[in-house]
C-alpha cells in the first residue's frame, strides 16, 4: 500500500512569507504527526492531529499551525517565516487508535527561508 | 512533558564489532520504546520497538533491552556491517501521547 506523501519536496522561500505543507498518510491510518528536523536539534515534535483534531501540541510558537481533514489529510501552516524556520518538516501516521503504535514517517518537506 | 535522552551522540565502530546505544526517559508511563534508523537524506524507518511489558528482544542482529525500573533502554547492533552507518533515534510514548525522540547517535562502521 502506499506510504506517507508529503509535498511539496523543496520550498524556497523568503524571510516573512508564509508556507502550508502537505501530508497525506498511509491508508486508514487517521493520525497524523509532525515534527522538525534541524541538524542542531533532532526531531522536534509539532503537533499530532486525529480524527480532524488536535490532540498533542509541541513548543512551537503560534505561527505553527495545522490541520488535518475528513480524509485524514493534513496541512500544516508556518506564518510571518524565520531564517531560524529552514528545516526539514517531516510527517509521521499512525493508526492512531489505542495504541501506541510505531509511526511511518514522509519523506519530508526541506523548507529554506533565505 | 517526556524527556528522552540518548547517549553516544557519535558512535564509530569497526566491521564485525559491536554497537552499544542507551536511552533514558523521564515519564513512567511512557510504555512504548521504538527505535529509528536514519539514513543520510533518507526518512527515519522504524528497525525495531519493544513494549513495557516485554524485557528483551532480538531479531536477528539487533537486539533491545527496557529496564522499566531504571527508565532506561538500548540498542545492541551485533556483527556491524557498512550498511548500518546512519543515525539512529530511540523514542518514547505514552498511550494517546507524542512520540518523544532522543538526540539521535550517528553510527559509523568502518570497513
Known amino acids: 500500500k502506499a506510504g506517507v506523501t508529503q509535498t511539496p519536496r523543496y520550498l524556497i522561500k523568503t524571510r516573512g512569507q508564509q508556507v502550508t505543507l502537505s501530508c497525506s498518510p498511509i491508508?486508514?491510518?487517521?493520525?497524523v504527526s509532525w515534527y522538525q528536523q534541524t541538524p542542531g536539534q533532532g526531531l522536534q515534535f509539532l503537533f499530532e492531529?486525529?480524527?480532524?483534531?488536535?490532540?498533542n501540541k509541541g513548543n512551537f510558537p503560534g505561527r505553527f499551525s495545522g490541520r488535518q481533514f475528513s480524509n485524514s489529510r493534513s496541512e500544516m501552516n508556518v506564518s510571518t517565516l524565520e531564517l531560524g524556520d529552514s528545516a526539514l518538516y517531516l510527517c509521521?501516521?499512525?493508526?492512531?487508535?489505542?495504541?501506541?503504535?510505531?509511526?511511518?514517517f514522509g519523506s519530508g518537506t526541506r523548507l529554506t527561508v533565505v | 512533558g517526556e524527556n528522552v535522552e540518548q547517549h553516544p551522540s557519535t558512535l564509530s565502530v569497526q566491521e564485525g564489532d559491536s554497537a552499544v546505544i542507551k536511552c533514558t526517559y523521564s515519564?513512567?508511563?511512557?510504555?512504548?520504546f521504538p527505535w529509528y534508523k536514519q539514513e543520510l537524506g533518507k526518512r527515519p524507518q522504524l528497525i525495531t520497538d519493544?513494549?513495557?511489558?516485554?524485557g528483551e528482544k532480538k531479531d536477528q542482529r539487533i537486539a533491545v533491552a527496557l529496564n522499566k525500573t531504571a527508565k532506561h533502554f538500548s540498542l545492541h547492533i551485533t556483527e556491524t556491517q557498512p550498511e548500518d552507518s546512519a543515525v539512529y533515534f530511540c523514542?518514547?510514548?505514552?498511550?494517546?501521547?507524542?512520540?518523544?525522540f532522543g538526540g539521535g547517535t550517528r553510527v559509523l562502521v568502518k570497513p
Open positions: 515519564d513512567s508511563a511512557s510504555n512504548y
Open positions: 509521521a501516521s499512525s493508526p492512531g487508535r489505542t495504541g501506541p503504535y510505531g509511526y511511518t
Open positions: 492531529y486525529f480524527s480532524e483534531t488536535q490532540r
Open positions: 519493544i513494549r513495557s511489558n516485554v
Open positions: 491508508s486508514g491510518h487517521r493520525s
Open positions: 523514542a518514547a510514548q505514552a498511550a494517546g501521547n507524542k512520540l518523544t
